[in-house]
């Protein structure tokens, strides 16, 4: 078993009125939270999800962000991005997140995490940063950060170890799922074959591939 991570920190934040997106209010600005954190089904305690229809629920209950894939966004837009302010939940140190594999298990603390989908850009994350085309720029670089299912509720910590104690012998990762979601067909066909993607990912590629299937001569 590889030697585990680390979570960095640990962050949530309150819904409030915002200038971007149809909702007009967002969570996205999450803040370091010190001690120990309590994590439940749906999510870190002390935290919101204001856009309930696309953020949140058992499969995106908790948003993990590499501290190294933000020191690259850092060196990339030339100032600092602090934990939090990808609007991730655990900061993680020394995890490959964008190569964990979809339905990965990850003991932190006493909680129990599963990967279960990439994070897909919006217009809000965008406002957030501030940056000239953010929405596509992060899609070109591919590394998404990892939403997770929580399976066993608990407690974490800045300082716990974040230790990956299943692997499924698929092998879809999630880059490879964020690459098929945000446009790239002929990985389309892997999202079915990882039970533990949410059911709108699997019928957005039975969709896709259907589609193909029609497109071509004879089908």
């Not at 967002?26 to 439940?40: F, H, L, M, N, Y």
Request: hydrophobic share 35%.
């Amino acid at each position: 078993m590889p030697s585990p991570g680390r979570l960095l920190s640990v962050n949530a934040g309150r819904a409030r009125p915002v200038p971007w997106g149809s909702l007009r209010r967002s969570a996205i600005d999450k803040q370091p939270v010190e001690g120990s954190t309590r994590v439940a089904t749906l999510g870190l305690e002390p935290d919101e999800q204001a856009d309930r229809a696309h953020h949140g629920g058992a499969d995106q209950a908790v948003y993990a962000y590499a501290r190294e894939d933000q020191d690259l966004w850092a060196s990339r837009i030339g100032r600092d991005v602090r934990p939090g302010s990808f609007g991730e939940n655990l900061t993680t140190e020394g995890v490959d997140v964008t190569g964990a594999v979809i339905g990965s298990r990850w003991r932190v603390g006493s909680v129990l995490l599963e990967v279960s989908v990439p994070r897909i850009p919006c217009a809000v994350f965008a406002g957030f940063t501030g940056e000239e085309h953010w929405v596509k720029r992060f899609t070109q670089e591919g590394r998404p950060g990892a939403y997770l299912r929580v399976l066993e509720e608990g407690a974490l910590a800045p300082g716990d170890a974040v230790a990956v104690v299943h692997t499924p012998g698929h092998g879809v990762t999630l880059g490879e799922t964020f690459r098929a979601l945000t446009g790239e067909r002929s990985l389309m066909p892997r999202l079915l074959e990882a039970p533990e993607l949410p059911d709108e990912a699997h019928q957005r590629a039975r969709r896709a591939l259907a589609r193909d299937r029609t497109a071509r001569p004879g089908g």
